[in-house]
Nanobody, 125 residues
């Protein structure tokens, strides 16, 4: 399984970006998908995820109400719509997928088996 994250770039504070994560093979069916980010000098942190069934979505408190995670079955992508961006959102964003992620572990990076290479998001003030 290979994941490919894209859509990062430079945006002004208050702006929006949409990240996409594509997956090889049969798409994201039966995969839990998570987005994580890592800012310079900081540990990787959870951003958003949806469960294997797609019925549940989870968000970090810092992005709740601004970011939306979704799946596009036609394109085989898992997307992260990011609105009202702030400089604190600057980071490398990673998508991850897993077949054995249980609900209580959705925010844990260790629960995901497959990782994309990351895409850089830079928000200027």
């Amino acid at each position: 399984v290979q994941l490919q994250a894209s859509g990062g770039g430079l945006v002004q504070a208050g702006g929006s970006l949409r990240l996409s994560c594509s997956i090889s093979g049969r798409g994201f069916r039966n995969y839990a998908v998570g987005w994580f980010r890592q800012a310079p000098g900081l540990e990787r942190e959870f951003v958003a995820a949806f469960s294997r069934t797609g019925n549940y979505r989870y968000y970090a408190d810092s992005v709740k109400g601004r970011f939306t995670i979704s799946k596009d079955g036609a394109k085989n992508t898992a997307d992260l719509q990011m609105n009202s961006l702030t400089p604190e959102d600057t980071a490398v964003y990673y998508c991850a997928a897993g077949t054995r992620v249980i609900t209580s572990e959705s925010r844990a990076s260790s629960a995901y088996e497959y990782w994309g290479q990351g895409t850089l998001v830079t928000v200027s003030s």
